[in-house]
């Protein structure tokens, strides 16, 4: 309630308005709508409303009416009186009660109704209303404050249902050689039903809808609601709840909002909201709330994981020391990601964020990870051609995608990483390896300032809320690789950010960098020159993969960066020289192989014994003197030369990891047999 409405809600305790000349004000307000219209009309004076609050509207409220006029407050006449009729009702001792029935109730039966209201409640008296609704069916629905008591034989009959098909499934379910005289076990089980058809309706607390639209509504009551709850509407669709205020609850509805309206109720559920989890969902493509969009059929869940949930803790972790290969030559070798890490992907539109993370998933065949891909904020049909590409080179029998699209509503997107997130931990629960790629962690901030503004949450730095930062890192925290004693499961994370112009140093940027493991910077100037995969060498980090790298590609890749680094360097300070040392030269030429020989094309992962290969010809001369043009044939070339004759030298590189003494000789003489 705002300030001014508090002290006209002040006015009316101190003025001891009596609860009839309220509904006498209401009741003039609701026959003739166009009285509120003239009070609230600036072009009509303040003697013409005078007149017209003197004859319509009684004297005790006539002097609190013309202060409501003058502070422009009259179309909020209606919040006032309803905070001042609850105030009166409180300081009465009394309490407002409905009771919905099919068959009218006796005196008596009243008389224990009204006792039961008085003591449950603590109030001295109680205003019942009664109201015949046959729908119902029979018994009666009793709402009283905040809480809904439902005795109805509809209810009873939708429980009984739900108990029956739970029965029915696990049946059909069950071992079918168990299954000899189960007909005896069903008929008990319905005699059970129907005994109990009585007494399994109960207390639910409830609220209802006092203001509705862009998806949120605010709901007045259910004092006892958790944050993050899911609640239902009488409608059928469900929301979460996001503000906890005073009196009232602020929640995003999941789903269409067709039929709701001020009044209409909302039950708690008592369940944080969550998503039906199973092996079932790999291969499939789900929306946010888990139900599948491929037109595949339902999925079956076997389990329900909370989408918010806390991170495992320090002493659950282990450190990260197995490499989680990404098949690109350029970040295998200079900035590695192990199981467990979360490296993040940031850059411009269009410089190849979500082909790095395809071709990742791509790389993961036969790895035994199980890949989920989050589409927050995305056309349709860009997450129907990454769905094809995976198909097309086998990855979607390991994957699951979560697509939460463009024309989805704010809540959607905004939960859909916490959706994929509990996907992951199911795996992860089982001991498996999980790779997740949030694609992108800046619409998500997007869809959540567009979600908090609607909630009135107070804007902060380019209107984001002040909690935008713990949306990110209560989600990347959850990323994380466990000992033994909790499973040995690991959960790696691959968010992408979009910046405008290159600015890594904005508001969402620096705080996901400061959430992460490190970052690989995409630049689109580099992208536009024909080096693919765009990344910046300078900008990019790998802050733990370091030891999660194999022995193999660490030795192999030796100063790699470094080099790139002279290079790039030397190339800026030589670009206007006429004349160069054969030192300079050499440094240019070997720095421009470097540079070719880290352009890969889509979809195209190397395996770690042909990256280790490679990189080991390339800092041991081995592509000197070769065109640069040349040399992407060149090096197939050597691969299929090397498949062909070096299968003892692949097998121990992927076996044991480690280039040896022994191992660098042999590569070395099948590069010479292959050069003579």
Do not use: W
Request: net charge negative; hydrophobic share 35%.
């Amino acid at each position: 309630m705002r300030d001014t409405d508090r002290e006209f809600l002040k006015e009316l305790v101190r003025l001891d308005v009596p609860q009839t000349d309220c509904t006498a004000v209401r009741k003039v307000l609701e026959t003739c709508s166009d009285v509120g219209d003239t009070l609230a009309n600036p072009l009509v004076t303040y003697d013409e409303k005078r007149g017209i609050i003197s004859k319509l509207f009684p004297e005790s409220v006539q002097k609190f009416l013309m202060n409501v006029v003058r502070g422009g407050a009259i179309g909020r006449i209606e919040e006032i009186l309803d905070e001042y009729e609850e105030l009166l009702l409180d300081r009465q001792g009394s309490i407002k009660a409905v009771v919905r029935y099919v068959t009218p109730l006796t005196e008596a039966q009243q008389a224990d109704l009204r006792q039961f209201i008085m003591d449950k409640f603590v109030k001295e008296d109680v205003d019942i209303e009664y109201k015949h609704d046959p729908d119902i069916i029979g018994g009666f629905i009793l709402n009283a404050g905040d809480l809904e008591y439902d005795k109805s034989y509809r209810t009873g009959l939708r429980l009984m249902k739900d108990s029956l098909q739970t029965k029915a499934a696990e049946f059909v379910d069950g071992d079918k050689s168990e299954n000899t005289g189960k007909n005896s076990d069903i008929i008990s089980v319905l005699k059970t039903e129907v005994r109990d058809f009585e007494v399994k309706s109960g207390a639910t607390e409830t609220g209802f809808v006092t203001r509705l639209g862009d998806g949120i509504a605010r709901v007045y009551g259910m004092n006892s609601v958790m944050y993050g709850e899911l609640v239902e509407f009488e409608t059928g669709i469900r929301g979460i709840v996001q503000n906890l205020e005073e009196k009232s609850v602020g929640v995003v509805l999941l789903g269409d909002d067709h039929g709701l309206t001020e009044g209409s109720s909302v039950i708690r559920t008592g369940k944080r909201a969550g998503i039906g989890v199973s092996d079932e969902l790999l291969g499939r493509v789900v929306d946010a709330l888990g139900s599948p969009i491929d037109g595949q059929g339902q999925i079956k869940a076997e389990d329900y994981f909370p989408i918010e949930r806390e991170a495992p803790g320090v002493i659950e972790r282990k450190p990260v020391s197995v490499p989680l290969q990404t098949g690109i030559l350029a970040i295998d070798s200079m900035f590695p990601i192990g199981r467990g890490q979360r490296e993040l992907i940031i850059g411009d539109r269009q410089t190849g964020k979500t082909s790095i993370a395809v071709d990742t998933i791509i790389n993961q065949k036969s790895q035994d990870v199980i890949c989920i891909y989050v589409a927050i904020g995305q056309k349709s049909s860009t997450v129907a051609q990454i769905v094809n590409t995976l198909k097309k080179y086998g990855a979607m029998d390991y994957t699951v995608v979560v697509c939460a699209s463009a024309s989805d509503p704010a809540p959607f997107q905004y939960i859909a990483p916490y959706s994929g997130t509990a996907i992951a931990e199911y795996f992860m629960s089982k001991g498996r390896d999980v790779l997740i790629v949030y694609d992108d962690l800046s619409k998500h901030a997007v869809a959540y300032r567009a979600m908090s503004l609607l909630l009135h949450r107070p804007p902060g730095r380019e209107a984001y809320p002040g909690d935008v930062f713990y949306l990110h890192s209560r989600l990347l925290e959850r990323s994380s690789r466990l000992d033994d004693e909790h499973g040995g499961g690991s959960l790696t994370a691959l968010p992408i950010i979009e910046t405008l112009a290159g600015d890594i140093s904005a508001y969402i940027p620096t705080n996901v960098i400061s959430i992460t493991d490190g970052q690989i910077f995409l630049e689109s100037e580099l992208f536009n020159s024909g080096l693919r995969p765009a990344v910046n060498y300078g900008l990019s980090v790998s802050r733990v993969g370091g030891a999660a790298q194999t022995k193999a590609m660490k030795k192999a890749s030796g100063n790699l960066r470094i080099d790139l680094a002279q290079f790039k360097e030397m190339e800026i300070f030589t670009q206007f020289s006429s004349e160069l040392d054969q030192s300079t030269t050499d440094l240019l030429a070997h720095g421009h192989m470097l540079t070719e020989l880290l352009k890969q094309p889509l979809y195209n992962p190397l395996p770690h014994y042909e990256q280790v290969i490679l990189l080991y010809a390339a800092q041991h001369d081995f592509f000197k003197g070769i065109p640069l043009d040349e040399l992407r044939e060149y090096r197939t070339d050597l691969m299929t030369y090397i498949r062909s004759y070096g299968q003892d030298i692949i097998s121990e590189i992927e076996e044991k990891k480690v280039l040896t003494d022994d191992l660098a000789d042999r590569i070395e003489k099948i590069l010479t047999a292959f050069e003579e």
